[in-house]
T-cell receptor, first 115, second 108 residues
Framework: DVKVTQSSRYLVKRTGEKVFLECVQD?????MFWYRQDPGLGLRLIYF???????EKGDIPEGYSVSREKKERFSLILESASTNQTSMYLC??????????????FGPGTRLTVL | KNEVEQSPQNLTAQEGEFITINCSYS?????LHWLQQHPGGGIVSLFM???GKKKHGRLIATINIQEKHSSLHITASHPRDSAVYIC??????????FGTGTRLTIIP
């Protein structure tokens, strides 16, 4: 089974702190994604990566950056956390190269609270 | 603009009832995902389909490409089916666009 893990289930940080959210997948997937999920808004794409050291902005990249130094690991960075970044953060991964009809696998989510 | 709409937003039903959740999208798609999210956050893929119908246990997913519409049905619903069900589509690229979800509550 594909497994996508995230470093924390719950995280509480203070305004202005630098926050790292880590995501690891164990199935050699090329594509990895970071989303945030807010009530009434659904999942929104922050950043995604097609391969190591490659990244592209999603729909709401402001205030975030990412790092993909190894294929299995995709990190989301909040350079200076703000209260409006309080949310559920979900990581996902998916294989590519066989067309786009491939299932996307999600991590368990990190509920981040910024005080 | 590529959009995905789900209905209803909330649905409460008695155990045993037949459940239908609907998903409509604005333009042609390559494929559609139905996802399930239980309290606590984890998201599980139920179906991925690009045409026709798929069935897994008590769950059935259908898609009508011409009408740009998909439905998720649950037969003989059970309290453990209580979750948020999310429709997500590929609009011809590598990125999923998500509906806002349908919160289903099944009462014993």
């Amino acid at each position: 089974d594909v497994k996508v893990t995230q470093s924390s289930r719950y995280l509480v940080k203070r305004t202005g702190e630098k926050v790292f959210l880590e995501c690891v997948q164990d199935m050699d997937h090329e594509n990895m994604f970071w989303y945030r999920q807010d009530p009434g808004l659904g999942l929104r794409l922050i950043y995604f990566s097609y391969d190591v050291k490659m990244k592209e902005k999603g729909d709401i990249p402001e205030g975030y950056s990412v790092s993909r130094e190894k294929k299995e690991r995709f990190s989301l960075i909040l350079e200076s956390a703000s209260t409006n970044q309080t949310s559920m953060y979900l990581c996902a991964s998916r294989v590519t190269g066989q067309g786009i009809y491939n299932e996307q696998f999600f991590g368990p989510g990190t509920r981040l609270t910024v005080l | 603009k590529n959009e995905v709409e789900q209905s209803p937003q909330n649905l409460t039903a008695q155990e045993g009832e037949f459940i239908t959740i609907n998903c409509s999208y604005s333009v042609g798609i390559s494929a559609l995902h139905w996802l399930q999210q239980h309290p606590g956050g984890g998201i599980v893929s139920l179906f991925m389909l690009s045409s026709g119908k798929k069935k897994h246990g008590r769950l059935i997913a259908t898609i009508n490409i011409q009408e740009k519409h998909s439905s998720l049905h649950i037969t003989a619903s059970h309290p453990r089916d209580s979750a948020v069900y999310i429709c997500a589509v590929f609009f011809g690229n590598e990125k999923l666009t998500f509906g806002t979800g349908t919160r289903l509550t099944i009462i014993p």
